[in-house]
């Protein structure tokens, strides 16, 4: 089993819909945890942490549930310019420590 | 501010080869990462440089070296390249004591073995 596991894509989906990603994570343990995002052929970027209260910035929000070891974003109003891979992230420190990926979850939003 | 930088971008070797690719960090951070990225695959953690010594490592063989300079910088060499060693090279910087501490990630470097 991998240690990150997403959603399998891709997503298409018109501009203006919400679309949500799911992931899961297997060690109980981990401590830290983020969605990054990575456009064709270029460096994953950070969209955001997530904190087990859930967190928002702007049109995406994130949440955390440790009990199901469970991660999810979803993206509101979605825009062309979310067109990426959305990479589901698991570090099992707070402070250094290794990043583990998931495969990433394809998202193309067309006019 | 000047983010993380690696260079070279594109490199092409032969198997049995050897290379070196370097990083920058990002100015203020004391800690650089490597990672693998295999075409359509998320990366995978090579190793992390902390203080000039290797904190953690990978699944990944001896083939695969590291090293820091005292000025953060840092060094990734792969020896005896396989075809297989071809993906993007991906270098991450951060600061260790930062609370849930966040790296940051180079363009990388694309090495494809021939």
């Known amino acids: 089993r991998k240690e990150v596991e997403q959603d399998p894509g891709p997503f298409n989906v018109p501009e203006g819909a919400t679309v949500a990603f799911n992931c899961t994570y297997s060690n109980s343990a981990s401590q830290s945890f983020f969605w990054y995002r990575q456009d064709c052929r270029k460096e994953p970027k950070l969209l955001m942490s997530v904190y087990s209260s859930g967190n928002e910035d702007g049109r995406f929000t994130a949440q955390l549930n440790r009990a199901s070891q469970y991660i999810s974003l979803l993206i509101r109003d979605s825009k062309l310019s979310d067109s990426a891979t959305y990479l589901c992230?698991?570090?099992?420190?707070?402070?250094?420590?290794?990043?583990?990926f998931g495969q990433g979850t394809e998202l193309s939003v067309k006019p | 501010d000047a983010g993380v930088t690696q260079s070279p971008t594109h490199l092409i070797k032969t198997r049995g080869q050897q290379v070196t690719l370097r990083c920058s960090p990002k100015s203020g951070h004391d800690t650089v990462s490597w990672y693998q990225q295999a075409l359509g695959q998320g990366p995978q953690f090579i190793f992390q440089y902390y203080e000039e010594e290797e904190r953690q490592r990978g699944n990944f063989p001896d083939r695969f070296s590291g090293h820091q300079f005292p000025n953060y910088s840092s060094e990734l060499n792969v020896n005896a390249l396989l075809l297989g060693d071809s993906a993007l090279y991906l270098c991450?910087?951060?600061?260790?004591?930062?609370?849930?501490?966040?790296?940051?990630f180079g363009p990388g470097t694309r090495l494809l073995v021939l």
């Open positions: 992230v698991v570090n099992k420190e707070a402070q250094g420590g290794k990043l583990i």
């Open positions: 991450a910087s951060s600061f260790l004591a930062e609370f849930q501490e966040t790296q940051y």
